[in-house]
């Protein structure tokens, strides 16, 4: 069983999931990276017999898109959470949910590969399995996202996004959704329309712009190459795009990958779904994100993995980068 402690130096929470002490880089290289469909947990072969399905999509007949549990899960859906101070300390149980988003049934072909409405299909078992995790009342946030080659984390090469839903906020989406909220306080605009009202005066960070999103390079990136995808119109659930929005952020993201992969040679990549936190009320906390309807805007931000962060980065958290966002989005731009 996992636990989730919180240290009040740092103000963090910190999951200790032991079932995972078998992923340290140093050791077990076979667990690392499957290669051979034979023994790919995650081909239709073997997931029909092994893993416990989540969810799948269609319904019946062949699934396209398929949702299991992570084998080594982070947190575990089962249980109480039971929040207990020790002292200076606070400690709960290891509750949430951590899932593997199968794309498809193909091993050999990443999600750039896969069709727009093929990707669709992707971002709407996304969006099924986000209003579903919504319901349960212990959960308050939901992370979906993508480790693409071994370099960024990925410990299987069959395509998979995965799902891990919090009994907390994190604290980077935390500061961002402040940050947001502390912004529509002072003006009463949403930070994200602001920045997307920028860009466009400034477009040399912009890398593709339709009627429905805009991709670009944004101001002050830690990482090189790193990409956002916004929807122009503002929203601020992911939970709220209809199967028509899906088929066009499904576009500018194959686009987007597309891009990358042709400047930087199919890269190790994440990438992260920014959206609101669950909409549940809090018992005793009745204003907690009132104005989220109109002070966050979802978004995706892809980081390839381009750079290690080092002793610098991780004594002061100041990124280091070699790529100007203008540089990087005219290379994309002309891809
Ligand atoms: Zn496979
Ligand atoms: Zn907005």
């Known amino acids: 069983m ?68 992570n084998r080594y899960p982070a947190l575990h859906i089962e249980g109480d959470l039971q929040p207990t101070g020790v002292g200076l300390y606070d400690k709960m149980n290891g509750v949430g949910a951590h899932e593997v988003v199968i794309e498809t049934r193909d091993h050999a072909r990443p999600l750039a590969a896969l069709s727009v409405a093929e990707i669709s299909a992707v971002l709407a078992t996304c969006r099924a399995r986000l209003v579903d995790l919504r319901r349960d009342l212990r959960l308050r946030y939901v992370t979906i996202f993508k480790n693409h080659g071994s370099d960024a984390g990925a410990l299987l090469t069959h395509s998979h996004t995965q799902i891990i839903a919090t009994p907390f906020i994190p604290t980077l989406p935390r500061a961002e ?16 329309c602001d920045v997307l009202h920028q860009e466009e005066i400034h477009s040399k960070r912009v890398v593709r712009d339709d009627d429905a999103y805009i991709t670009f390079c944004r101001f002050a990136s830690p990482n090189p190459f790193e990409v956002w995808i916004m929807p122009r119109r503002h929203q601020h659930d992911f939970a709220l795009l209809t199967d028509g929005d899906l088929t066009l952020f499904a576009t500018a993201l194959k686009d987007a990958l597309l891009r990358l992969n042709a400047v930087l040679d199919d890269p190790p990549y994440n990438f992260a779904l920014k959206t609101a936190p669950s909409p549940n009320p809090r018992p005793g906390r009745p204003n907690d ?31 280091i980068n070699p790529t100007t966002p203008e540089t990087a989005a005219d290379y994309l731009r002309r891809a």
């Open 289 to 319: 994100w009132a104005t989220i309807e109109l002070d966050y805007h979802w978004h995706l931000e892809i980081i390839p993995r381009l750079t290690r962060p080092a002793g610098f980065e991780w004594a002061t958290g100041i990124a």
């Open 2 to 69: 996992s636990e989730l402690r919180w240290g009040p130096v740092d103000q963090q929470w910190v999951i200790f999931a032991p079932e995972r002490a078998g992923l340290f880089l140093t050791t077990t290289p076979d667990v690392r990276v499957a290669e051979d469909p034979a023994s790919c947990p995650l081909c239709p072969h073997n997931v029909e017999a092994a893993a416990k399905t989540i969810y799948r999509h269609p319904h019946d007949g062949e699934w396209q898109t398929r949702v299991v549990a």
């Open 177 to 192: 959704l402040t940050h947001a909220r502390d912004h529509f306080v002072h003006k009463e605009r949403c930070l994200f």
